[in-house]
C-alpha cells in the first residue's frame, strides 16, 4: 500500500497563530483529501485536492502530485480548530490510506 | 437528509460473540468503506465496495466479512469477535469514478470486545 506521513504529530498552537501541516505520500495517487476530526470524534471533510491550491476561509490546502506532498495551512487559529487533521490518498484501485494524524490544540 | 448513518453508536460484545455494524448511505454513491480507527494508528480500511455486487479486502480484512446486496447498505459483520477487535468503527462513501472523489464518513461505532 501507500505510505502516508504527517507532520508534526502534535502541535499547540496560542489562539490566532499561524500554522502549516505537511503530508507527505509514497507514491502516484490519484486524489488527496484533508479531513479534521473533532474532539467529539466526527470526520469532516476540509479538502478534496489531487493538485493545485485550494482556499475556504482561514484554511488552505496545495498539493505538489508531482513531488508527493500536500500543505495545509491555517491561518489564525481558533480554539474550535483544535483536533487531528488526516490526510488521506487515493490508489489507482480506490483504496484510500490514511497518515496517523497531526494533533492540533489550539489555547486561547 | 441523512447522508451516512451507522448503527449501533457503541456496542459492549462478549468475546466470541457475532456482531453485525450496519451503514447506509442515502447518496446514491457507487462506492463504500470500512475502517478501524486504533489510537496512534490513525483510520485503517477493512473492507470497501466500488458498486453493488462487488467487494474488495483492505489494508486489514481478517476477521471481518462485508455484503453490498444493494446501493444504499453496506454491513460489516465480525464472526466471533476478538478483544483487539476492540476500535471505533467508521463507515465512509464515495462516488467512485467522478471528478470530485470525495468521501465521506458516518459518525462512527465504538466497540468494545470483552
Known sequence: ?108 | IAGITQAPTSQILAAGRRMTLRCTQDMRHNAMYWYRQDLGLGLRLIHYSNTAGTTGKGEVPDGYSVSRANTDDFPLTLASAVPSQTSVYFCASSEQGSPNNEQFFGPGTRLTVL
Not at chain 1, 22 to 37: K, M
Not at chain 1, 65 to 79: D, G, M
Request: a negative charge; hydrophobic letters at 30%.
Open chain 1, 1 to 108: 500500500g501507500i505510505q502516508v506521513e504527517q507532520s508534526p504529530p502534535d502541535l499547540i498552537l496560542q489562539e490566532g497563530a499561524n500554522s502549516t501541516l505537511r503530508c507527505n505520500f509514497s507514491d502516484s495517487v490519484n486524489n488527496l483529501q484533508w479531513f479534521h476530526q473533532n474532539p467529539w470524534g466526527q470526520l469532516i471533510n476540509l479538502f478534496y485536492i489531487p493538485s493545485g491550491t485550494k482556499q475556504n476561509g482561514r484554511l488552505s490546502a496545495t498539493t505538489v502530485a508531482t513531488e508527493r506532498y500536500s500543505l495545509l495551512y491555517i491561518s489564525s487559529s481558533q480554539t474550535t480548530d483544535s483536533g487531528v487533521y488526516f490526510c488521506a490518498v487515493v490508489n489507482t484501485g480506490n483504496q484510500f490510506y490514511f497518515g496517523t494524524g497531526t494533533s492540533l490544540t489550539v489555547i486561547p
